[in-house]
């Protein structure tokens, strides 16, 4: 008897001297919303753009920043906010999405797109789209009126044309910076990989909305002379894009292909759903440890169930900016360059 209360009361002075959650740091007090965008990240300095590039680009990426900012500041939910600034950038030919879109090796435009809403963890993404002004509204359109997440070729432009998609002509997609990489490509062998400074301006948005619901959104013209429908992260759910109210909302730029082979989105996910990690350390480990390490380049811009948010790129550069409104002040930045300190 006497050993047996000995064991109980050594038990109960260990369990005492445990330290208590409550000893844990409280987290932080969640934003009133918060906005991160990118247009597109790759192997470039601030000596590989002139003084005027920077300024537009600037200018660019504080234009889309303050729309959505305004929008949320209205009480706008983030599903529709995301779809704004990537419906503006896709107008924008400065980026690889919409006008400005590379060209395939044939000579075409086909665009991808993928939109994701984190409280219903709802859908919807298009690929090889030829001939629609916006395609992450009719990526949208998949998500919101059909019962399937993902079209491709033919197929998305039917059922755009169902949904009363807005149109455009082939030209109206076409900008000379695109056409003469095309022709650089044209020029190349036949297998010859496209320069890493080329794999750059697929643009992508996330937020949290007032009520603390949270979206992503990512659209891309894909890879400078891409064949045989090559299809990159941007539309793949899961690899490119991710939004669920439990965790994150993640876009991602960069070389698909790694994006793909490591699932860079949901790899964060689930990094903070089951491995409980911070936004932070899950946006470093993927890109760093887990599609870095296999020779992959880019980055991502994603937010948090508090709003906050975060920027990681293993890229020399990435146009990024973002937006945390706390309280009455907003905290804003606009970036292109790197390197990222981890």
């Known amino acids: 008897m006497k050993s047996t209360l000995a064991f109980l009361g050594t038990a109960f ?5 445990q330290p208590s959650h409550t000893d844990a740091p409280p987290p932080p007090p969640r934003a ?3 906005l991160a965008i990118h247009g597109g990240a790759g192997l470039f300095g601030e000596e590989d753009l002139s003084a005027a590039q920077q300024q537009a680009y600037t200018a660019s990426l504080d234009a889309a920043l303050s729309w959505g900012q305004a929008q949320l500041d209205q009480g706008a939910s983030a599903v529709d906010v995301v779809e704004g600034v990537v419906r503006l950038m896709e ?5 690889n999405a919409g006008r400005g879109a590379v060209f395939t ?4 435009h086909e665009l991808d797109a993928s939109i994701a809403d984190g409280t219903s963890r709802n859908c919807g993404a298009v690929t090889g789209l030829q001939g629609f002004r916006h395609p992450i509204s009719v990526a949208r ?3 919101d009126s059909s019962e399937h997440v993902f079209f491709s070729g033919h197929g998305a432009g039917v059922f755009a044309a169902a949904q009363g998609a807005e149109t455009a002509e082939p030209a109206w997609f076409d900008t000379q910076k695109a056409y003469s990489r095309y022709r650089r490509a044209a020029k190349r062998a036949g297998d010859e990989p496209v320069p890493l400074e080329e794999k750059r301006g697929t643009v992508g948005c996330v937020a949290m909305d007032m009520e603390g619901h949270l979206a992503a ?4 013209g894909g ?6 429908g090559r299809i990159g992260d941007s539309p793949i759910v899961g690899a490119g894009t991710w939004a669920d109210n439990r965790t994150c909302a993640i876009s991602a730029t960069g070389w698909g292909e790694y994006f793909i082979r490591t699932g860079v989105a949901q790899d964060i996910h689930g990094r903070m759903l089951h491995g409980k990690q911070s936004l932070q350390e899950a946006c470093e480990a993927s890109i760093f440890d887990e599609m870095g390490a296999l020779g992959g380049d880019g980055g991502v811009v994603a937010v948090d169930a508090l709003g906050q948010v975060a920027l990681v790129f293993n890229s020399t550069g990435m146009f990024r900016a973002s937006a945390i409104k706390q309280g009455q002040d907003v905290a804003r930045d606009v970036a292109m360059f790197g390197p990222y300190a981890r």
């Open 141 to 143: 359109a998949v998500m």
């Open 13 to 17: 002075v260990l369990l005492a001297c």
């Open 32 to 34: 009133v919303w918060s």
């Open 91 to 95: 107008d924008d030919s400065l980026f």
């Open 217 to 220: 959104a990512t659209s891309t």
């Open 223 to 228: 890879m400078t002379y891409k064949r045989h």
């Open 105 to 108: 090796s044939e000579g075409t």
